[in-house]
């Protein structure tokens, strides 16, 4: 069965160093893979997603992505943190139903 | 500018009432979802939508139930059988239902039970 995990629940990082989330999928075929933040107390934003083609993706607000199929991840990542990049993020793989599943979330708090 | 909404934004709810939450969208999008989330539990699917009139159960549909009379609209009702109905939820819609499953999210309804 397709699953996602993102192995760390909450992480802190200080304003304006790196950043690197990670997650990990299960997945048979060529995953269609997507990473989403949502603030506090709103809905999600689409960051960014690989379908095909160049593994390393650009997204918005200054994030990008790897994807790496040797070891099944594609983790997120952002060269200098800004405090408004506090929030839940998640990652999730489209289904062979067309389903979205997503991971469980990684919470990021960002010191000033 | 096209988008999702969900109305209302709070909801309070007494025990053995049924409650509609409200998705609507502009997006002329085919597919549409409804997920509830929790702390520390991600996302988990309620039901989706494929197409006006037909609706599936995703992973936790019990106690819950929707229509789909309008492409626009998938409304939400708990009903009084969800035993646990505090939560966030979240409407969301994609083109169509596929792999290339790009779902864009409404701004949620956090619903409490009294």
């Known amino acids: 069965a397709q699953s996602v995990t993102q192995p760390d629940i909450h992480i802190t990082v200080s304003e304006g160093a790196s950043l690197e989330l990670r997650c990990n999928y299960s997945?048979?075929?060529?995953?269609?893979l997507f990473w989403y933040v949502q603030s506090p107390g709103q809905g999600l934003q689409l960051l960014l997603k690989?379908?095909?083609?160049?593994?390393l993706v650009q997204g918005i607000k200054g994030f990008e992505a790897e994807f790496k199929r040797s070891q099944s991840s594609f983790n997120l990542r952002k060269p200098s943190v800004h405090w408004s990049d506090a929030a839940e993020y998640f990652c999730?793989?489209?289904?062979?139903?067309?389903?979205?599943?997503f991971g469980q979330g990684t919470t990021l708090q960002v010191k000033p | 500018d096209g988008g999702i909404t969900q109305s209302p934004k709070y909801l309070f709810r007494k025990e053995g009432q049924n409650v509609t939450l409200s998705c609507e969208q502009n997006?002329?999008?085919?597919?549409m979802y409804w997920y509830r989330q929790d702390p520390g539990q991600g996302l988990r699917l309620i039901y989706y939508?494929?197409?006006?009139?037909?609706?599936q159960k995703g992973d936790i549909a019990e106690g819950y139930s929707v229509s789909r009379e309008k492409k626009e609209s998938f409304p939400l009702t708990v009903t009084s059988a969800q035993k646990n109905p505090t939560a966030f939820y979240l409407c969301?819609?994609?083109?169509?239902?596929?792999?290339?499953?790009?779902?864009?999210f409404g701004p949620g309804t956090r619903l409490t039970v009294l």
């Open positions: 969301a819609s994609s083109s169509t239902l596929g792999l290339y499953n790009e779902q864009f």
């Open positions: 997945y048979g075929a060529t995953p269609y």
């Open positions: 690989y379908f095909s083609g160049d593994t």
């Open positions: 999730a793989v489209s289904s062979n139903t067309g389903k979205l599943i």
């Open positions: 997006l002329n999008h085919d597919a």
């Open positions: 939508s494929q197409i006006v009139n037909d609706f």
